[in-house]
């Protein structure tokens, strides 16, 4: 599905992933603190919630930070985010098989 898109020929699928995943635990965590399913304390429901929220952030600096054109340097994620409208961002980021700026497409 994603093999021929830009994140796959430039090798930074994998980054792509890693993202989404710290962010979907960050946000998890965020959750199961914040409903307190593990600790009937609310400071540790409160530390829980914030560590969630920090792994989140940490998730998508990384993203905006790693994820770059070996070209030109653009940061992918950042030029997806700034260029596109706000439902169809994540639709530019994963569909676009050249760099939106130099136009290099992985080969």
Known sequence: MFERTILATSGQLAKAAISLALFLAGVLLTIVGSLGWVSSSAETQFDLAVAGIF?????????????????????????????????????????????????WNGK
């Open 55 to 103: 792994v989140a952030l940490g998730a998508g600096i990384y993203a905006v930070t790693s994820i770059r054109c070996p070209k030109c340097g653009a940061h992918r994620v950042w030029v997806a985010v700034s260029k596109s409208h706000s439902s169809s961002w994540m639709a530019t980021l994963l569909g676009r098989d050249k760099c939106p700026v130099c136009d």
